[in-house]
């Protein structure tokens, strides 16, 4: 059973950890009336949503070095108190550049908060209870963020799309003071802060995933995302030389030695890829060719968020029984199976059918994420020192973010290729290999766990209590 100290650590980290996570989507379905209010351009809407993006990916790694250093609950704190203060802002803002840099500091606040969280709470829970808190920290990452749209379109049917951003100060304000009062202090090994090396990985990251984001906005081919995308891989090459060569680095590359770590890293990547096209693509698909209202379709997908909010906790008692790589490989399978069934409905029925032929492939996607995120959250803790939680926390979630955006970017890109989309029939045709795009990205998921982990894990014995 879970103490009541843990319970306290669970609710703060889960309270605060929902609400990062909720923002990185609940947007969306307010841009129509933002536009409205400030006569805002599609630049300036694309912005709303990117700045928080950016910013949240681009520090996730270094907020959590410098939480091993200065201290983890310090740090989380932190992020709380910055992401309290830019939802303030951005409910107060009175022009596009407001809201923009308030979401960019929103997400300077979730980049300590989420990776953070997760480091907190595998730290204080045994090794017995680990698994089953790390499924509820799951369950509620992935609920946090899959129903950000649905939350945001309650939200704007009733009230004034600032709400959306007030709703998260009492919030916050309450996870701050509960989390100075329960959470107890912990730290890893204590390094030298790296100035060079955090601006190379700071700025390589930022060419990356903007790169990504205006891909298909500005074409693949344009002077400007090659330049990002060129720019971004070199200094992250660039950071790679330095960071070898110190004898306290910023970011441990041996790490990667390890079977287990490598594969789970590789693994959360192609997850989010494949499941992060998918999701974005049927959000369009059940609103421009079945016809749902923004609120109709997110309602609809409670069925794919709610198996997955149910599976993550489960996923962790599986963990303990059955292992890693068992409860891992159920979980990507079931999702690649329903990106596939959801493209066969659609060629096989068209686009107009009842929502109930739908239903089981949302219910199979979303036990499927859950039965994932758990596994590969324990299994990459579990992969290293308890001094490199903290960074192996920060690679994870970097990793999974960079990889979303890669599968919206890749989705889009397949999406839009071929005669232009000018009906609903056309919606649909031009879905069904972006769906099939996202299964092949899951099948890269799996084959990372089956194979990278099972060629070398003979010649890795795991430490002691690790569960493969």
């Not at 799309?161 to 890893?188: K, M, S």
């Amino acid at each position: 059973m879970f103490t009541a100290t843990r319970v306290k650590i669970l609710v703060v980290t889960c309270v605060a950890l929902f609400m990062a996570m909720l923002d990185n989507l609940v947007l969306g379905v307010a841009l129509p009336s933002i536009q409205e209010s400030f006569h805002a351009s599609m630049s300036d809407l694309e912005w709303f949503m990117n700045a928080y993006t950016l910013a949240f990916s681009v520090l996730l790694i270094p907020f959590s070095v410098l939480g091993e250093r200065f201290g983890r609950k310090r740090m989380f704190l932190f992020g709380i108190a910055i992401f309290t203060i830019g939802s303030a802002i951005s409910g107060m803002s009175e022009s596009s550049i407001q809201l923009i840099l308030s979401r960019a500091l929103q997400g300077v606040g979730g980049a300590a908060i989420v990776p953070l969280s997760l480091t907190l709470v595998n730290s204080a829970f045994p090794a017995d209870k680990r698994a089953a808190a790390l499924g509820i920290w799951s369950g509620i990452s992935g609920l946090g963020l899959s129903i950000g749209p649905l939350v945001g379109g309650l939200i704007v049917n009733g009230a004034a799309w600032q709400l959306i951003f007030w709703v998260n100060v009492p919030v916050g304000v309450l996870a701050f003071l509960l989390g100075l009062r329960w959470l107890p202090e912990a730290r890893g090994e204590k390094r030298p802060i790296d100035p060079l090396g955090i601006a190379l990985l700071g700025a390589g990251l930022f060419g990356i995933v903007f790169g990504l984001e205006r891909g298909n906005e500005d074409g693949w081919g344009s002077a400007t995302v090659l330049s990002l995308l060129i720019g971004g891989a070199l200094l992250l090459g660039l950071f790679y030389l330095w960071e070898r060569n110190r004898k306290q680095p910023f970011i441990r590359f041996e790490l990667f030695r390890s079977s287990k770590y490598s594969s789970l890293v590789i693994a959360g990547f192609w997850m989010n890829a494949g499941i992060f096209c998918a999701i974005f693509l049927l959000t369009l698909f059940l609103q421009q060719a079945q016809g749902y209202s923004a609120l109709e379709a997110g309602i609809r997908e409670m069925a794919w968020t709610g198996c997955t909010m149910i599976a993550a906790p489960l996923a962790g008692l599986a963990v303990g029984k059955f292992g890693t790589r068992v409860v891992l490989t159920t979980g990507l399978a079931l999702q690649g199976i329903a990106l596939l069934g959801f493209g066969f409905l659609i060629i096989s029925q068209g686009v107009d059918f009842p929502f109930l032929y739908m239903l089981p492939f949302m219910m199979m996607a979303g036990a499927g994420m859950g039965l994932s995120f758990t596994p590969i959250s324990h299994g990459i803790l579990s992969s290293v020192p308890e001094e490199a939680e903290g960074e192996a926390s920060g690679m994870s979630n970097a990793m999974r973010e960079l990889g979303g955006v890669f599968g919206i970017a890749i989705g889009g890109l397949v999406f839009q290729s071929g005669a232009a989309v000018q009906s609903a029939s056309d919606f649909g045709d031009h879905v069904v290999p972006a769906l099939f795009a996202g299964a092949a990205m899951i099948l890269v998921s799996l084959i990372s766990v089956v194979i990278v982990r099972g060629r070398r894990a003979a010649l890795q014995p795991l430490a002691a209590g690790e569960a493969t």
